[in-house]
């Protein structure tokens, strides 16, 4: 077993791919070299600078600072990296504990800069590509033993960051434990999911995404679909990004598709499909006038930079048959109104597969040729299924990989079909059918299980308890569930409540099952509570909905009782006998932020986006959120002695405008998070799973916490503190006239109101403060607009 420490490692390349790759390794804890070229505009007077000979370098880092969607989880982690250049400091790579190489995709550029790495690299330390076809084994030949054997390939997806997948590729030559130590810290440490790749052309994601991609290209035309309408198609209808294919073109680049598709005919004599594709007409339009997509401004979209009536903006699609932009419009099609009113993606498949337009002859065609030659890949991909599925579920952002596609569709239904059009199905699927086994996936005692196409058997899927996947323990009893929570027994004496309402909004039935679920670990003997779902977001926050509706009618009691109940909840996660701790991931928004507070711990995936969110809609946190943020800055003075004004003008402006963090590091900044109770997770796969392991760490000592009546708030000389940094808010056109009104009401809950001097207070009577503003602001005409304009369109009003 592989046990060295990586503590520093050497990005050689600052292109996109590096610097995003850089910006990730500094924001998992490592430091990082980041080397480059010298500029090749170098002046001779400017030669004796290190600043202009790394010029190259610091660019890329400079512009990784201010892309949008941000590389860094926390722009400090820029200081983990040190920029040099490949002339001046490649001997410093010999203190480096892995080099991972990012340059140009050309093997000749790539072997020389091996063999300069194979110089000066300590023997030992690690060495990958990041390439992204050409083969692994190809730019190790003339290196050293030492070299090869601690030579792989490891291929982050763009943007490097964000993108799940990381493929490891090993070659005949590498030591089994380089890779072994790989899957594994690319899974613990840099928070991906790692799949084994064999070295085979475009890898696994690759290989079966662009196959995928250019199927539906085929098929638009074939069936005679517009661009505008496959997207829609092929986007989170049927749980994949909402680019769909031809904005998911435009967005990877038209050149880069290309590239691609070409290596992968040149390369893959024997594929039975790739082999027949032909670059269509329309594709070669867009290559050969440099309509390269997003990159040039113009792909199978282009953007006008006008509006219409409704101020949305203009973008004209490419008809594939004419080969002109026009107006994009989408056809009328049943399976599309079908899809829209069916949440759960199994329903949405089979009501696919029973439909009969055009657009459910589309996805039905793209699906069974999918499953076909997905099932064609096992061995020569991979040897397992899962691998597979995961590389495509990570790398392409899916939200099913094939055979998982397939198990929803029905396997011995899915051949059926398969054949009926004319695909080929691997042999080893109609053996398995034979055998008696019906589905590609199985659950047993909470734990899934994956068909083994070489031994004929159901084998555990690796990780075991580390990954806590709900879906597996469907097959069970619910401990308790009503339309909204499923409370599950996760093992070890440990309950996990699931949300499952629409985008897992915070209603009535949410709040009902926090309740009863610590209830029933409280009564009936369990060592803790965790609050998780393997959902994309965690929660959007509070039902809308139901408020608006209250608040229109003016049943002022019942919407009172309403928040009451919020607040209470909120106190009996912090006041249980047992511990709760929740896991998060994705949006974590307004009532999620604030249950979230009120944890014994969070275990937060490094993607987790928390914020209290609430003034956007006219309001303020009402679910003991503004009490909280009263509490932890009493917390802080007794820490910070005499900046109490300053701390409290932070907490106030973290509510006031909304502040969201950009990832769980980020909210420890804001305050959401605290780094003595919570933690982040890198790998958001895991985060159930730590939250488990949390509970029943903290279960034989824990202790019920004491509700507390120790709270400093500073009355009239916060509120006057407060007052102003709002005004200056308007000054600098930060707030409307209504945003004041809500911020003096948020002062008017962290200060404890017009107390004539500071005191301490209890968090009752927070609460009551908290709630009585909450409903004011209900019953202001404003706050109702931004209501209906959020329920609406999805997006505040600044009114």
Same mark, same amino acid.
């Given at each position: 077993m592989y046990t060295k420490h990586i503590r520093k490692v050497a990005v050689l390349g600052s292109g996109l791919m590096g610097t995003g790759i850089a910006a990730h390794l500094a924001g998992c804890g490592l430091e990082v070299l980041l080397l480059d070229i010298l500029p090749p505009d170098l002046k001779e007077e400017e030669s004796k600078t290190k600043a202009a000979r790394n010029r190259v370098g610091l660019a890329a880092l400079q512009a990784g600072l201010k892309a949008k969607p941000a590389p860094f989880y926390d722009q400090s982690f820029a200081g983990r990296i040190t920029v040099g250049n490949f002339e001046d400091d490649f001997p410093s790579i010999k203190d480096c504990d892995w080099i991972i190489e990012v340059v140009v995709e050309r093997l000749d550029i790539k072997k020389q800069l091996f063999e300069k790495v194979d110089e000066y690299r300590a023997k030992g330390a690690l060495v990958t590509s990041n390439t992204s076809g050409i083969p692994i084994h190809l730019m190790a030949e003339g290196r050293s033993a030492d070299f090869r054997n601690h030579f792989l390939g490891t291929h982050f997806f763009n943007p490097a960051r964000y993108m799940r997948l990381l493929e490891i590729i090993p070659t005949p030559e590498t030591d089994p434990a380089i890779t072994g130590f790989f899957l594994h810290f690319g899974d613990i440490i840099l928070g991906k999911q790692t799949v084994l790749c064999k070295d085979t052309p475009a890898f696994i994601a690759n290989r079966i995404g662009v196959y995928a991609m250019a199927k539906i290209f085929q098929l638009t035309q074939d069936i005679g679909l517009d661009i505008s309408t496959v997207d829609t198609l092929t986007g989170p209808a049927i749980g994949r990004p909402k680019t769909g294919t031809f904005r998911l073109a435009d967005l990877v680049g038209m050149d880069t598709a290309v590239h691609v598709i070409n290596g992968m005919r040149l390369n893959c004599p024997d594929d039975e499909q790739i082999g027949a594709f032909e670059i269509p007409k329309f594709l070669q339009f867009l290559i050969d006038n440099k309509f390269f997509g997003n990159k040039s401004g113009k792909g199978f979209y282009q953007k006008t930079g006008e509006k219409d009536a409704k101020g949305r903006p203009v973008v004209l699609a490419l008809d594939l048959n004419a080969l002109e932009y026009s107006p994009s419009q989408k056809e009328k099609l049943p399976i599309l109104d079908t899809l829209r009113q069916i949440d759960e993606l199994p329903r949405r498949m089979k009501a696919i597969f029973n439909g009969a337009d055009k657009g459910a002859e589309l996805l039905q065609r793209a699906f069974l040729g999918l499953f076909a030659y997905s099932s064609n890949r096992v061995p020569e991909l991979s040897d397992t299924l899962y691998a597979i599925d995961d590389a495509l579920r990570a790398g392409f952002a899916w939200e099913k990989g094939p055979f998982e596609y397939w198990d929803l569709v029905g396997v011995a239904e899915g051949v059926q079909a398969a054949e009926a059009r004319g695909e080929k199905i691997a042999p080893w699927v109609k053996e398995m059918l034979a055998a008696g086994h019906t589905s590609f996936y199985r659950s047993e005692g909470g734990k899934r299980r994956c068909f083994n196409p070489a031994n004929k058997a159901y084998e555990p899927l690796p990780g075991g308890d580390a990954f806590i996947v709900l879906d597996a323990y469907r097959d069970s009893k619910p401990v308790y569930q009503n339309s909204e929570v499923t409370l599950h027994d996760i093992g070890d004496g440990v309950l996990c409540l699931e949300f499952h309402s629409k985008m897992n909004t915070i209603g009535e039935g949410i709040l009902r099952g926090l309740n009863e679920a610590v209830r029933i670990a409280e009564e009936e003997g369990w060592k803790g509570l965790v609050i998780g779902n393997n959902a994309q977001n965690f929660t959007v926050g509070a039902n809308l909905m139901m408020i608006a509706m209250m608040a229109y009618q003016q049943e002022w009691d019942d919407l009172n009782m309403a928040v009451k109940m919020f607040q209470q909840t909120s106190m009996r996660l912090r006041y249980s006998s047992v511990p709760v701790v929740m896991a998060t991931q994705g949006y974590v928004f307004g009532g999620g932020c604030e249950f979230a507070m009120h944890c014994d711990a969070v275990m937060a995936a490094a993607e987790s986006y928390i914020g209290l969110?609430?003034?956007?809609?006219?309001?303020?946190?009402?679910?003991?959120?503004?009490?909280?943020?009263?509490?932890?800055?009493?917390?802080?003075?007794?820490?910070?002695?005499?900046?109490?004004?300053?701390?409290?003008? $932070?907490?106030?402006?973290? @509510?006031?405008?909304?502040?969201?963090?950009?990832?769980?590091?980020?909210?420890?900044?804001?305050?959401?998070?605290?780094?003595?109770?919570?933690?982040?997770?890198?790998?958001?796969?895991?985060?159930?799973?730590?939250?488990?392991?949390?509970?029943?760490?903290?279960?034989?000592?824990?202790?019920?916490? @004491?509700?507390?009546?120790?709270?400093?708030?500073?009355?009239?000389?916060?509120?006057?503190?407060?007052?102003?940094?709002?005004?200056?808010?308007?000054?600098?056109?930060?707030?409307?006239?209504?945003?004041?009104?809500?911020?003096?009401? @948020?002062?008017?809950?962290?200060?404890?109101?017009? %107390?004539?001097?500071?005191?301490?207070?209890?968090?009752?009577?927070? %609460? $009551?403060?908290?709630?009585?503003?909450?409903?004011?602001?209900?019953?202001?005409?404003?706050? %109702?607009?931004?209501?209906?304009?959020?329920?609406?369109?999805?997006?505040?009003?600044?009114?």
């Open positions: 969110v609430e003034v956007g809609v006219g309001i303020i946190p009402g679910g003991a959120g503004t009490k909280e943020f009263a509490v932890r800055a009493s917390d802080a003075y007794s820490r910070e002695g005499d900046v109490q004004i300053p701390t409290l003008i $932070d907490k106030f402006k973290t @509510i006031a405008m909304a502040q969201v963090a950009t990832s769980a590091q980020e909210a420890f900044n804001y305050g959401y998070l605290l780094p003595k109770k919570d933690q982040v997770v890198p790998n958001a796969a895991r985060n159930i799973g730590e939250a488990k392991a949390k509970v029943l760490e903290m279960a034989d000592t824990y202790v019920r916490p @004491i509700p507390r009546k120790d709270i400093n708030v500073l009355g009239r000389t916060g509120l006057g503190a407060l007052y102003i940094a709002a005004h200056s808010l308007k000054l600098g056109n930060y707030a409307s006239e209504h945003d004041i009104k809500i911020a003096h009401k @948020i002062a008017w809950v962290l200060c404890g109101g017009d %107390l004539t001097s500071p005191q301490p207070v209890s968090e009752q009577y927070l %609460l $009551d403060l908290e709630r009585e503003a909450f409903l004011s602001l209900c019953g202001e005409q404003k706050t %109702l607009e931004r209501i209906q304009y959020m329920l609406e369109n999805g997006k505040p009003l600044r009114n």
